[in-house]
């Protein structure tokens, strides 16, 4: 029952006009066909008069002010002209109703008036003023029905003027809605990139580097060689579940397996990995750990990953590096030094994608901490970072 309910009501609110023009062509029968035989001899004029008075309702709503002007001037010249109260009056009332409900302000308010003083004409016309019993009840009957339909009207101003607003905050929210989602796209597919970078360019700087000293030892020492081979394929190995892993959020479905992301704890693995594919890194850890976010951690591993794997591309041969990890009473900092002649000029420009320093710094950033890069006094490249425990709002 509802629906077909709903449905009606929706159809009328997109076709004014037509449920208009039904309501006028229903009181045309109900106060002008039926009633024209009680009005002999002048069947023709009061025809005439309820015709010209009913008509305008048809156009209430599109047009309620001049709807409005074509019914008090039918009603002044019936008042001047008939001497008979024709039931097709009516109209009045609802053009009362309809400029309190759907026209300006100051139109409900005149159209209150006109049907004020269209009562007291209507009173002094139609019934005698010595006949005080029947002139003050049906002047006051008059007078009141027209204060109760602009009251109405006036509450119907108000549910439309309630109903626009709701709309309109309704349209407000899913605006805003599409906007956070594809800000949280955007930045989804900034993490997804930063997450891409690290694993991408730190993987292939290794499996680079141990080719590289697999291709020379072997000549010399096929073991060595078979050590790196085994080294190039578990960093491949690596680096394609970790993107597995990344390019599983962008599938749709459920099925997806997750694993947990590096912490701090993993530098210690990372740095060994780096040496083992033979750059002379130390590992420096001072203070007692503390607990830390998951987001924060990542950071500090990605951070410290992307620096080794710059020192990979940058420094140069027979460099050596050191990574420490300090913690303090109210932040992790962190540095990653290198000796490495050259490397400074390389590494600031190296990707203009914003993907390397930008990057790091955009993790620091992220989680309320700061971020430093820069060449060192004497030569090689110095990164220091320092992420507070809790994210700094």
Sequence with gaps: MDRPLERATTWGREHPFAVDAALAGALFVATVLLPVGSYWPDDGLAFLIGTALIAPLAWRRAAPIQAAAAVVAVGLFEVVAFGTFLAANVAALVMVYTLAAYAPRWAGRAGLAAGLFGALLAGLRYFSPNASDALVPATGSIAIAVVACWALGDLRRARVQ????????????????????????????????????????????????????????????????????????????????????????????????????????????????????????????????????????????????????????????????????????????????????????????????????????????????????????????????????????
């Design 162 to 393: 309630r109903l626009a607003a709701l709309e309109e905050r309704a349209q407000l929210l899913e605006l805003e809605r599409d906007q956070e989602m594809r800000l949280a796209a955007t930045a989804e597919r900034a993490r997804i990139a930063r997450e891409l970078h690290d694993v991408v360019a730190h993987s292939l700087s290794v499996v680079i580097a141990q080719a590289d000293g697999g291709r020379y030892a072997g000549r010399d020492d096929p073991e060595a060689a078979t050590g790196a081979l085994e080294a190039i394929a578990a960093t491949g190995r690596q680096a394609l579940t970790d993107m597995r892993s990344l390019l599983g959020v962008l599938r749709e479905g459920g099925g997806e397996e997750y694993a947990p992301q590096p912490d701090v704890s993993a530098v210690p693995a990372l740095v060994e990995d780096v040496r083992a594919s033979g750059l002379d890194v130390d590992l420096i850890i001072e203070g007692e750990p503390r607990p830390m976010p998951a987001g924060p951690q990542l950071a500090v591993y990605r951070i410290v990953q992307e620096s080794l794997t710059n020192v990979l591309k940058h420094a140069g041969p027979a460099c050596r590096a050191w990574v420490r990890l300090q913690w303090r009473p109210d932040a992790l900092e962190l540095s990653v030094l290198d000796d490495g002649r050259g490397a400074s000029a390389a590494m600031v420009s190296s990707d203009g994608n914003g993907q390397g320093v930008r990057g790091m710094r955009e993790r620091a950033t992220l989680h309320g901490g700061r971020l430093e890069a820069g060449p060192r006094t004497g030569g090689g490249f110095g990164v220091h970072a320092a992420l507070p425990y809790g994210r700094q709002r």
